[in-house]
């Protein structure tokens, strides 16, 4: 990779952001594509992301900003449009930078989510799916998996609020998927076990989700990227349960996000 005077800069943005594989995966897609742009990761403590996100907006050569944990639903607040994704959801996982200096904010959590499934032959369709986190990526993922044509997504969040607020998002779209409450438990009844929350990226993180119920036909799928085998991936394969790796939802949307970000074809 080759840094001079015309290099187009995008920059991700997480607290922590040590466990981001969008560095090498976007870095890669523009070695590819032969494009003059570089991702680098920027550490902003919440207290410092308005701060932070205002200084960027002037600069010119940067194409925008990827968002990760804990900022998606935040950073949000800070454009001054949204994609449907991102006003469904209220988060973005990525901000472009206009012409004039604003942000234009969009959401592919959801989509990426959906599309690595498909790619590995996972079928959502009339399934049942309990989903355990709905902060800014659980919420994109939720919204998709409805999309997809879900026939019940099972919901958990110990931030009563997020799972309110997810909850009435949810039903105000109407359609046909049941929408419930659940404990972060896997039942029978479950198709797909989803942890959404950043609980596992730390040796020490307790398990998210209580696998002891689940059918042995499940597929347990985990958000987190870094490391590639969480507790609960790990938990999941002792038991001999089909698992699902974080790194999908980013490779099957990495591509999206930089044409989006206007430096791919």
Same mark, same amino acid.
């Given at each position: ?8 800069i ?7 952001v ?11 897609l523009?070695e590819r594509?032969g &494009? $003059?742009? +570089?991702? /680098?990761?920027?550490? #902003? %403590?919440p207290?410092?992301?308005? *701060?932070?996100?205002?200084g960027?907006?002037?600069? &010119? $050569?940067? +194409?925008? /900003?990827?968002?990760? #944990? %804990?900022?998606?639903?935040?950073? *949000?607040a ?6 449907d994704?991102a ?9 472009r ?5 604003t942000?234009?904010g969009?959401?592919f959590d959801?989509i990426?989510?959906?599309?690595g499934?498909d ?9 049942s ?11 994109g ?16 969040d110990s ?11 949810l ?13 972060p438990?896997?039942?029978?009844a479950?198709?797909?076990i ?16 209580d ?8 597929v ?9 085998q ?10 001999g ?7 999908y ?17």
């Open positions: 990779m080759q840094i001079d005077g015309e290099t187009k995008v920059v991700i943005v997480g607290d922590p040590a466990q981001a594989k969008s560095p090498e995966l976007f870095n890669a523009f594509y &494009v $003059n742009a +570089a991702l /680098v990761p920027l550490q #902003v %403590p207290a410092k992301l308005g *701060a932070v996100l205002d960027l907006r002037g600069i &010119v $050569n940067l +194409a925008g /900003v990827v968002v990760i #944990v %804990p900022h998606k639903i935040a950073a *949000a800070y454009a001054a449009d949204l994609s994704a006003r469904q959801t209220g988060s973005v996982n990525c901000l930078r206009e012409m004039d200096g942000w234009f969009a959401m959801g990426g989510f959906v599309k499934l790619a590995c032959e996972l079928i959502v369709r009339d399934k799916v309990l989903l355990v986190g709905t902060g800014g990526a659980g919420a993922v939720a919204h998709a998996l409805v999309d997809a044509g879900v026939a019940s997504l099972d919901l958990f931030n009563t609020e997020s799972l309110q607020r997810l909850e009435r998002a039903r105000s779209r109407g359609g046909t998927t049941l929408i419930r409450r659940s404990m438990a896997a039942q029978a479950h198709d797909f989803v942890n959404a929350t950043p609980c596992g990226m730390r040796a020490n993180d307790p398990l998210p989700i696998l002891t119920g689940a059918h042995p036909d499940a347990v799928a985990d958000l987190i990227m870094k490391p590639a969480t507790r609960l991936l790990e938990d999941a394969r002792a038991r349960l089909a698992t699902h790796l974080g790194r939802l980013l490779e099957s949307s990495v591509e999206t996000m930089a044409a989006f970000l206007r430096l791919v074809p």
